[in-house]
Structure formats: C-alpha cells, structure tokens
C-alpha cells in the first residue's frame, strides 16, 4: 500500500443562473450564484474532508492539519475571469465544507481572556483569484485569436456539419421552449434549458422529457469539439495546458519534504477538465468523460509514495462526476493502468505545458507589443478613456503587477522567469481577493 503525501484538486463550479458565451470568441456574460450551487460545494467540500482530512479513509493525509487549516500547509486559487463571482462563491462554499468552523479555532490574550473566531470559530483560508488581466493560466482561451481559429476550424469541419444536420429536427421542435433564441448547433441552448428546467415550474411541465437529455448530448458535443485537439500541444487544448503548469509546479512542492504544501484546490470552470482528459489520453480508455462535466466535479490528482522495492513517487487520478455520483473513479493518465511514476507523468505532460504569459501570446498568435491586460480591457479602453487616463493606468498597471509578483502564482512574462509557490504567500492570514 503506498502512502499519500499530498493532493491537488481541480473543482469545477456549482449551479448558477444562465450563462452565455460568444459562440466565436467565448466572450462571457455576467451571472450569479444560486442556494443550490453553493450548497452543492458545501457538500465537496465535506466529501473532500472525508477522503483527505478523515483518518481511517485510505487517501488521507496523515501529515495535515485536519481540525484547523494551517495556511502554509493549504493552497487554493479561483478563476476570476468569466463566471468569476459564480467561481469565488463556489470556492468560498467549499471551503466551508473542507475546513468547518471549529470550537478549537480561539487563542489566548495575554491578561488570559479567551477569543475565539466568529460563527462558532469559523476558519478563514487564504484565497487567491486569478484575473485573467494579469495572469492567463486560468482563462487562456479568451483574447486568443488561434484559439478563435481553432473554434472556426470546427465549425466547417464535416463532423461539425453532420451532427448539425443530424440535429435538424430537434432544433425546429425546440423553437417554441427557447424563446426566440437561436435554435443551431453553433448557438449552445442547453445551458438556458436546463436553467428554466431547474428554477421555472411553468417551463418544466411543458418541456418534453427527451428535450433536455438531447440538449445536453448536442452541447457535449460542441464543448469537446472546441475545447480539445488532436494534438497535446494544439490550441484546442489550451485551457488544460496553461492549467498543466501550475499542476506541474505544485507537484513539485508537495514532492519536496521541506515545503509545507499538502493540498492544492483550484477552483475553475468545465473547460480545463475537458482539455486536461484529452491531452493526458485519459479520453482514449474513458470516452463517457467527453464533453462537459456536471457542476461541481472535481479531479484529484494524489502525490504517493511508492512501496518496496519501487520507492519512487507515483501519481493516482480520481474523478468524481459531480456531488451525486456514487464515489471516486479511478482514471489513468497516458495509456498507464495504474498509477503513474511522477517522474515519467512530468516527462510526459510539460511539452505541452504553458509556462509563462509570454509562451501564452506566442501560441495565440499576438503580436509581440500585447500585454494581457490591454487585452482584458481593449474595448473598454476604446470606448471611455483617453489619452491621459491610460497613461495613467499604463504607470499604475506596472507599480500594481510589480507589487503582485511578489504575492501571487502568476505566469510570468517573461521566459527565464519560473512560477513558483512562494512560502511568504502561504504565511499570510487575510484572503486575497
């Protein structure tokens, strides 16, 4: 049996109001939380604890601090981009879940008063969101005209055009339940299906009990299309592989027996899950995984130490399907079936890693004087500010990105520049917002 030194968690987000996305740019729109959502990253957040924090469970941590987060010990970053608000909350919830209020979280004065922490002691991890503005790891596919290729592309392909016309039918009969909205397989109306189904009575007991599992079918489709490729290092895959690099960093922390780090949760969208389980092969022996996956799924990624006579380090690949599915599915990286030498899965997975900003413009295709943040707000910046004011945010964009380099996991713009998990970040008590 070998014994887990640590673990990285990717979590998708939980339920919200609609969301919509350009069909060209991925462009998002803006939407909220719902009780559900949040309440179903409670319950991840307590099926976490369970297999992590619980003694007795077989992947626990037995080298953490269970009871009481220890800041230097935990790690978690969140999307800020897109569903961002909807992804802080889903994070915050979760949170919840894994580290509860405690009655041991209090501390003793000096002149021997008691104090202990609000709400029955609850615990504050340190969280960092990621704005896309200034940090591209987790929304590369925005602002990415090679990506926005890669999305065209796919859209005359002949597998793209048979599905649409296979699909023929289905759109005409789902006019009356979409409300003047598109009906076509570039156009994604699930997502607006399943809110109605979710939330409005009247909608649901009109909406023919087929409809919605043909909607889902078609948009599974589209979202694996866009957000895979044939190749590991290809466009299509993008999400995943500036994800990758930050997978690729933590391991190597929590593999270093002199830094704290134990458990990683990245907090994020559906789109990374579908290019991670493309460009690690993991689709080829697991096709049921194409597609988007339900809210609030979630990919560990465990570090483990190997047992006599092989004492390498190995890694083990679980997902869970959402808060409902039974149990953990073990999946296996690169055609492996079993657990993966960690050696042999970093071989294997940083070739197509995105390490950096700059590596980021390059394989989107932009011009060489691009920064992220001018990307972030191009069409703001062209339709309200002038010249001196940009000037202004020029000078306080650098100041600000100098002083969060010092703070953040960022990817760096330039290329002899490495990401790393800095210890101070982990040292501080307030959450990054």
């Not at 969301?19 to 179903?40: E, W």
């Not at 090679?146 to 002949?158: L, R, T």
Request: proline share 6%; net charge negative.
């Amino acid at each position: 049996m070998s014994s887990i030194l640590g673990a990285i968690v990717i979590a998708r987000n939980g339920d919200r109001r609609e969301f919509n996305q350009d069909p060209k740019t991925y462009a998002p729109s803006l939407t909220d939380s719902t009780a559900l959502g949040v309440s179903d990253l409670h319950l991840l957040g307590t099926q976490l604890r369970e297999e992590y924090l619980t003694p007795g469970s077989a992947s626990f941590i037995s080298s953490i601090s269970g009871d009481i987060a220890d800041t230097q010990e935990i790690r978690v970053r969140a999307k800020a981009g897109g569903e961002g608000s909807v992804v802080f909350d889903s994070a915050i919830a979760l949170l919840q879940g894994l580290f509860p209020p405690n009655p041991k979280n209090k501390i003793t004065l000096a002149n021997g008063e008691v104090v202990s922490a609000p709400l029955g002691g609850y615990q504050y991890v340190p969280l960092e969101t990621v704005e896309p503005g200034n940090d591209r790891s987790m929304e590369p596919w925005t602002d990415c005209p090679a990506f926005q290729k890669h999305v065209k592309s796919f859209h005359e392909s002949d597998a793209f055009k048979d599905k649409a016309e296979e699909a023929d039918s289905f759109f005409k009969d789902i006019k009356d339940y979409v409300f003047g909205r598109p009906t076509t397989l570039e156009n994604i109306i699930y997502d607006f299906m399943n809110t109605q189904l979710m939330y409005n009575q009247t909608f649901a007991y009109r909406l023919p009990p087929t409809y919605i599992d043909q909607a889902r079918a078609l948009a599974d489709f589209h979202e694996d299309g866009v957000f895979s490729d044939d190749e590991a290092n290809g466009v299509g895959n993008i999400a995943g592989r500036t994800l990758m690099h930050t997978i690729l960093e933590s391991l190597g922390h929590i593999a270093l027996k002199d830094d704290p780090l134990q458990f990683m949760l990245v907090q994020t969208t559906y789109q990374p899950f579908i290019s991670l389980f493309h460009q690690t092969d993991i689709i080829k022996d697991h096709p049921e995984l194409k597609g988007i996956p339900n809210f609030g799924s979630a990919l560990a990624i465990e570090l483990r130490s190997g047992s006599p006579p092989d004492m390498r380090d190995f890694l083990r690949f679980k997902f869970k399907n959402g808060t409902a599915a039974d149990d953990w599915s073990l999946i296996h990286p690169f055609g492996h079936k079993s657990d993966i030498p960690l050696t042999e899965f970093i071989y294997k997975a940083q070739g197509a890693a995105i390490s950096s900003n700059k590596q980021w413009a390059q394989v989107c295709g932009v011009n060489s004087g691009f920064s992220p943040m001018q990307a972030a707000g191009k069409s703001t910046i062209h339709f309200a500010l002038g010249s001196m004011l940009l000037f202004t945010l020029f000078v306080f964009g650098i100041l600000l990105r100098r002083k969060r380099a010092q703070k953040y996991i960022r990817l760096p713009e330039d290329e002899d520049e490495t990401l790393q998990v800095r210890p101070e970040l982990r040292m501080e008590k307030g959450r990054l917002v």
